[in-house]
């Protein structure tokens, strides 16, 4: 897993305004509410964002908005039953402040009613005098990093309970980017981190190399797709370019339904124009982050790949197959419309570098970039459904709470409770874009990563994380999680989402056997996976910021369960049992976070 940079600030809006629930062919959740018109949400919105501002300043005590911050707001969010949510970046005297973030909550009337704040204390720098120039802070960050730096900016860096003035470097490396923040004082690198999101961490691939293990996943065969997908029929359609009917022959869900675009009779692009003009393109063994600089895929058949690796439409079959469903699964579950809500395409390279092993979200092209393996360890392109919808949700976590790891080692593992988080959550959306497509070929279950032929059959699982032996996985918090790797880290999560949804003890579910274990021997009984995703995604989206730890998680979804269900509600209680089930409870929160 690799995190996204910190961006410079931006003033744009992306405006929610439903997800009270889940709904849609697999889920039966509370409605998501009606959509509102563009111009009164454009209206409502900019009222929102002016009245949390206004509020933010005037609880300056509680919010922690002090003389010199200004407020960018980054996402509003109108909830049907009336709560108001703004997401603000901030800046102190014009300089962008990392871990300055914070939600403004709000009535339906816009009076002020609460903060969700990363920064527990003031972030304004002891000084505001750098005695690094910002061309030694670039060579700084060119040792650390290994590569070529661009342009050192100045930051206010509030992370890490207090704050520094600071330089922000991108450095370029052969493996791709890194951030790296310098103080401006001392000259002491106070993070090192990568901007993409690897789906394998280093750790794991080292320990994959001492067990002689492969990553292997089971390809299908080619064969005949039926007569419903066949065609490439476009309606009748005399305009260029415009919709049709495709077949996909995919490496590991057989052959699938695919939009496509006809471009002008008889010729077809690998390009959705029902989703945003969602797109697949060949790499062709470079390392480029620019989604314009890969090879269009296209057809004079429209049917796409041979379900061999032979073919080199066949992972690109299977990568725009995930990455629609990832997106109709956002979509008709939470009325998200596109990674950020912004109604954009989302966007996949396959083939992305030579002998790469991995698969990652990657920001700084906003779009998925799959290596075709090393040839060794691991001999396949990750195109497999619940990656896809992992590294996916990776980008939605980006666009919302920017969970952050705490630090990262010399070899690029991550650590800390909000990166473990930050995995948790890719896991858990992953596993249900499984659920959400259905699909007979990759059966829906709460395992990630069970079709990638691991000799423990998995490579994690929701319901009892400790049997990952690969990773370490763990079942249950304690102080020593901050310290742990966040593959590892992220089993106390998904194993409170699990007991949620599907509660303690023994069950089969689609032909999978569970049988989830509690820290304190109690019995969680289950509230069901439409209502457990509904009270994750809405605390994800309201109520969690880049600092989210365990406990501050706990909060969020009790908060959510509130939001939809009411406190004195079934549902809430269970989410206050299932966190205790992982001994994550109010009684043992820290005194002060890390």
Not at 565 to 583: I, L, Q
Request: aromatic letters at 8%; glycine letters at 10%.
């Amino acid at each position: 897993m690799r995190r996204p940079h910190i961006r410079s600030v931006a003033v744009a809006i992306a405006v929610t305004t439903a997800a009270t629930g889940l709904a849609g062919t697999a889920f039966a959740g509370p409605s998501t509410g009606a959509e509102r018109s563009s111009a009164s949400t454009t209206t409502n919105a900019t009222a929102v964002v002016e009245a949390a501002r206004t509020a933010a300043f005037a609880h300056a005590s509680a919010t922690g908005v002090s003389q010199g911050d200004e407020l960018h707001a980054q996402d509003v969010m109108l909830d049907p039953e009336g709560a108001r949510h703004v997401r603000f970046v901030r800046t102190h005297g014009g300089m962008p402040v990392l871990g300055g973030d914070l939600i403004v909550h709000l009535d339906h009337q816009l009076a002020y009613t609460g903060v969700t704040r990363a920064a527990g204390h003031a972030v304004q720098p002891a000084t505001t005098q750098a005695k690094l120039t910002a061309d030694q802070a670039a060579a700084k960050a060119a040792q650390a990093a290994k590569g070529d730096a661009g342009t050192a900016q100045l930051v206010v860096d509030a992370r890490g309970g207090s704050s520094a003035l600071a330089y922000q470097v991108t450095v370029t490396g052969q493996d791709g980017t890194n951030t790296v923040v310098i103080d401006a004082v001392t000259g002491k690198v106070r993070s090192n981190t990568p901007d993409s999101d690897e789906f394998l961490s280093p750790k794991l691939l080292e320990n994959l190399r001492e067990h002689g293990e492969t990553i292997d996943p089971a390809t299908g065969t080619a064969s005949a797709a039926p007569e419903s997908l066949l065609g490439s029929g476009v309606s009748g359609a005399t305009r260029y370019p415009s919709a049709a009917k495709g077949t996909g022959k995919t490496l590991f869900v057989g052959n699938v339904g695919l939009t496509t675009t006809a471009t002008s009779r008889g010729h077809y692009q690998l390009k959705d124009p029902s989703r945003y003009g969602t797109e697949t393109r060949d790499a062709k063994g470079s390392y480029t982050e620019k989604f314009g600089a890969g090879a269009k895929f296209t057809s004079t058949t429209n049917v796409w790949g041979n379900g061999t690796t032979g073919n080199r439409a066949s992972a690109a079959a299977d990568a725009q197959y995930g990455i629609t469903q990832t997106l109709d699964f956002y979509k008709k579950t939470f009325g998200r419309n596109g990674i950020a809500n912004n109604s954009k395409a989302a966007q996949g390279m396959v083939h992305w570098g030579k002998k790469v092993a991995n698969a990652f979200w990657d920001p700084t092209c906003t779009c998925m970039l799959y290596g075709d393996g090393d040839g060794q360890t691991f001999k396949k392109p990750l195109v497999v459904l619940d990656v896809t919808g992992h590294e996916l949700t990776h980008g939605v976590v980006d666009a919302t709470a920017k969970l952050q790891p705490t630090y990262v080692d010399s070899d690029g593992n991550q650590y800390g409770e909000p990166g473990a988080l930050n995995e948790s959550l890719a896991d858990i959306f992953g596993s249900n874009v499984e659920f959400y497509t259905n699909n007979k070929k990759d059966t829906p279950d709460y395992l990630i990563g069970e079709k990638l032929g691991l000799a423990q059959k998995f490579l994690r699982r929701l319901d009892h994380p400790s049997l990952d032996k690969l990773e370490g996985t763990i079942d249950y918090w304690s102080p020593d999680t901050y310290y742990t790797e966040v593959h590892a880290g992220s089993g106390v999560s998904s194993h409170a989402y699990y007991l949620l949804a599907e509660g303690s003890g023994k069950k089969t579910i689609n032909g999978v056997t569970y049988d989830s274990p509690t820290y304190d021997h109690s019995t969680v009984k289950g509230i069901g996976r439409a209502k457990a995703t509904a009270i994750f995604y809405r605390a994800l989206t309201r109520y969690m910021v880049s600092t989210t730890d365990f406990h501050d998680a706990r909060l969020a979804t009790l908060k959510a369960a509130k939001d939809l269900y009411g406190a004195n509600s079934t549902e809430y209680k269970t989410v206050d049992k299932a966190w205790a089930a992982v001994n994550v409870t109010a009684a043992n929160t820290p005194a002060a976070h890390h």
